[in-house]
């Protein structure tokens, strides 16, 4: 249990966390009960980091420092998976989109989605007072982390080749994706309320729908789809936060 916690800890973040990971072809799948625990726990890295930067600094200055830590911490790993998910979304044809997502260099429509992505993660973070930012930047690693359990599994792997994600979601329990959600909702409505739940859930939806399209499009999901979906599903909490938060609702 604690080989898996440390193999979801060096897999999601570039925390050098002490002790033997878990290894074996099915390690990562099994570790997936623990990706939202850690996306928690870097939330909650965040949120301290985020209170002591207010101290000095401007929200849109202290947004911008959190997020770059909050991306450098995971290594970027997920934000990859989005840039090559857009750049291969150009190709003219299946075939060829693989092809492109399998290039380890970034095209256009990748660096432009990633300039947007940070500007817009940016201004909602800023958008938010400190008391409701802590806790979305609670809810949204937690959630990022939770949306290729519950949704991955719903897709074939697109590609021939069985790749990193297609062995992780083999060997992901049933059961991983249900219990996590379960637990997400619960803490969503002890920071939230009614609006954790909802928050939650309709970034889960946002994942689904844009798991569907990048399905029409490449014939199934890949590692980096999987990886998009993070992204997307953290993206989507902070708008939800920074709507709710200029709406008055939390």
Not at 218 to 239: C, K, Q, R, Y
Request: charged letters at 10%; one cysteine or more; hydrophobic letters at 60%.
């Amino acid at each position: 249990m604690i080989a898996s916690l440390i193999l979801a800890v060096r897999f999601l973040t570039i925390v050098p966390v002490p002790g033997r990971e878990a290894g074996g072809r099915d390690a990562l799948g099994q570790a997936g009960w623990w990706f939202p625990v850690v996306g928690f726990a870097l939330g909650a890295v965040l949120v301290a980091l985020d209170r002591v930067l207010a101290l000095a600094f401007s929200p849109q200055l202290s947004a911008l420092l959190v997020l770059a830590v909050w991306k450098v911490t995971t290594g970027g790993l997920h934000l990859d998976g989005l840039a090559d998910c857009l750049d291969g979304l150009g190709g003219h044809d299946r075939q060829r989109r693989l092809a492109i997502m399998r290039d380890s260099r970034i095209g256009a429509f990748g660096a432009i989605g990633l300039i947007l992505y940070f500007l817009i993660a940016v201004a909602a973070l800023a958008e938010m007072p400190l008391g409701p930012r802590a806790r979305f930047l609670l809810l949204a690693p937690t959630t990022g982390r939770l949306a290729p359990l519950l949704i991955g599994r719903r897709f074939g792997a697109a590609g021939a080749e069985p790749g990193s994600g297609s062995e992780f979601l083999a060997a992901l329990s049933i059961w991983a994706g249900p219990v996590n959600l379960i637990a997400a909702l619960v803490v969503g409505a002890w920071l939230l309320g009614m609006w954790g739940p909802v928050a939650t859930l309709a970034s889960l939806l946002v994942v689904l729908a844009w798991s569907v399209f990048l399905a029409s499009r490449f014939g199934g999901l890949t590692g980096d789809g999987l990886g998009s979906g993070v992204e997307i599903a953290e993206l989507t909490m902070l708008l939800i936060g920074a709507a709710l938060t200029y709406r008055g609702a939390v």
